[in-house]
């Protein structure tokens, strides 16, 4: 989905648009035990209007955000097709529009079960029907006109409940400021979310999924793998901190401009390598042990790789050799330019004399060789 076709539903997502209706409501609040405190499936107009309202803004918060990092699409693996797999048991959600009592329970044990989740939290799913509005060619990419055909979609929200106390108030009966002797539980919004099927080319396409994230950093890759059966990849923000938090964590001290050169220099001979092949080159942490090896990276720094790697690189499903993270990294295009511009500025600008700038050095190694992991699209500098 981009940008576009992601603003439309949200845009549309309204109880005043026309061409939007919200038909079942499914909420569930799951405390950290993973136990069902209370649970509801009714229909959207039987709601009182002011919570309506309130559970729609927090579903419309899974459309927002940037595309890439806090909005993820995912497409199934070939297994989420199978008898079982995540892909099927979606469409047989979607289908029943939320009205089979024992699926809708089903569905909601089975976001209990593969989510990691550590605190109290409520679930918010709704089944939705968009009219999807016929583009106007008489006026330029405006849309209007009736209606063509419906994108009918299940859109869930996971927000967090937290316990709040709010101090004094004014306590009308005594006619007197006291301080509040109960504390409330406050649903707060979502950290995460998930739109199936997708909406894309202003149609349905139940072969993929929308995930959101509230934090790009730290997005939850339990509801990616196991919920959905997806295979998980990070945001570009977890990409960019991963990389950095390995090679600082790694090299420390040892970490200086000849090793951010030569590791520059021995990236991109793998992507020279590999310029004519259809698939994105993986590098994992043997490689990258050589790389920094070969850097003048020190054995004893290198002995910590391998934590590092795991604990930064990889999902519980990888392990150090499988991760591709530099992989991901080549995916992303966008800020190669800019990260170019920035790392030559800084190479000509500062001495590295003082312990300041030497407190840089982390930063721009990885600015040095993100800017590297880019497609022929954006042909590398030949300067560093």
Not at 89 to 109: A, C, G, H, P, W
Request: hydrophobic share 35%.
């Amino acid at each position: 989905m981009n940008k576009k076709e992601i603003n439309e539903i949200k845009k549309n997502l309204d109880k005043d648009s026309g061409f939007f209706t919200i038909n079942h409501v499914v909420t569930a609040c799951v405390d950290a035990e993973k136990k069902i405190k209370c649970m509801t499936n009714q229909m959207n107009n039987l709601i009182a209007e002011d919570e309506s309202e309130l559970i729609v803004a927090y579903l419309k918060k899974i459309l927002s955000g940037s595309i890439g990092k806090n909005l993820l699409e995912y497409h199934f693996p070939n297994d989420a097709y199978l008898e079982g797999g995540a892909q099927l048991f979606m469409n047989e959600v979607l289908r029943s529009k939320l009205t089979d009592e024992e699926l809708v329970q089903k569905y909601i044990d089975r976001i209990i079960e593969k989510m990691e989740y550590l605190s109290t939290y409520t679930i918010f799913t709704a089944h939705c029907t968009y009219a999807v509005k016929n583009k106007n060619k008489n006026l330029d990419d405006d849309i209007g006109g009736d209606s063509d055909t419906n994108y009918n979609f299940i859109i869930t929200a996971i927000c967090p409940v937290n316990l709040r106390i709010d101090g004094l108030i004014y306590d009308e009966q005594a006619n007197s400021i006291a301080k509040k002797e109960t504390a409330d539980r406050i649903v707060d919004p979502p950290t995460d979310g998930f739109l199936f099927p997708l909406f894309s080319d202003r149609q349905s396409d139940i072969n993929g999924v929308l995930y959101y994230t509230k934090n790009a950093k730290k997005p939850n890759s339990s509801i990616v793998e196991e919920l959905l059966g997806c295979e998980y990849s990070m945001s570009g923000v977890s990409e960019k901190a991963t990389f950095h938090a390995i090679m600082n964590n790694v090299c420390g001290d040892e970490l200086d401009l000849k090793v951010i050169n030569t590791v520059n220099s021995k990236i991109q001979d793998i992507i020279d390598r590999n310029a004519h092949e259809t698939e994105i080159p993986t590098v994992n942490s043997k490689d990258i042990s050589n790389i920094l090896w070969e850097s003048g990276i020190s054995q004893q720094k290198l002995e910590h790789l391998p934590k590092v790697y795991v604990w930064k690189g990889c999902t519980p499903k990888q392990s150090a050799d499988e991760s591709a993270l530099l992989s991901s990294l080549m995916r992303i295009k966008c800020l190669s330019t800019g990260l170019k511009q920035r790392l030559n500025r800084q190479s000509r600008n500062r001495q590295f004399k003082t312990k300041r700038s030497e407190n840089r050095f982390s930063d721009l190694c990885f600015l040095s060789i993100y800017s590297r992991l880019i497609s022929s699209n954006f042909p590398p500098s030949n300067k560093t």
